[in-house]
Each structure stands twice: as C-alpha cells, then as structure tokens.
C-alpha cells in the first residue's frame, strides 16, 4: 500500500513528515511519550480502571513495570483504540496523534 508523501513514514529512520514538518522519533521519545500516556491515564479513574480491567493491572503494578517497553506499546495499545481519549492526550501534551503511532511502532520492534 503507497502512502502519500505527507503521510509516508520512513521505518528505517522512524520518522514522519506530518503538516509538512518532519518528526523523528527515537526510542527514548517513544518511552517518555509512552510514559506521559501513562501519566495521563493514571490522572483519569474512568480511564485508568478501563485499562487496568483489560491488562490485568492494578496501579502498583503498572508503575513497577513502567520501564518495559512492550508494557510501554500496551499504553499507547490502549490509547490507540479510543479516539476521544486519543484526542484529548494528543491535545493536552500538544502532539500529533500520528507520533503515538510512530512511539507505538518502534516501542514494539525488536
């Protein structure tokens, strides 16, 4: 499948052309990014006992594994599917939701 030019994203160097500016995403971005999602969702009761209910995870221990980065791409799993919460992470760490794509990819890579 082509992308277009201002979608297209170059995997080999993680990174995006998105409204014409040029994002790279390194591994270290996706973990903070990651991290602030998290941040974010623990700030929110609704939202963080929606995500506890489908991983399993109670506070202490998604904070104990805050460092895995496969746990890291489950948050952004999990923001990922909702687009209002989507939105309103994107809008209040001021990013484009295109960069929790790119963070969820390279945090699920090998």
Request: aromatic share 6%; hydrophobic share 50%; charged share 25%.
């Amino acid at each position: 499948m082509e992308l277009s030019p201002p979608e297209r994203i170059a995997i080999a160097g993680f990174a995006a052309t998105i409204s014409g500016m040029k994002v790279a995403m390194t591994r270290d971005k996706a973990e903070t990014l990651a991290l602030d999602a998290l941040a974010y969702l623990a700030a929110d009761a609704d939202a963080f006992g929606r995500f506890a209910d489908l991983s399993g995870l109670d506070p202490k221990s998604a904070a104990a594994r805050a460092g895995e980065p496969d746990f890291l791409a489950s948050v952004l799993d999990f923001l990922l599917t909702d687009e209002v919460l989507l939105a309103c992470f994107c809008d209040d760490a001021s990013i484009d939701p295109r960069q929790v794509h790119l963070a969820r990819h390279l945090l699920s890579g090998p």
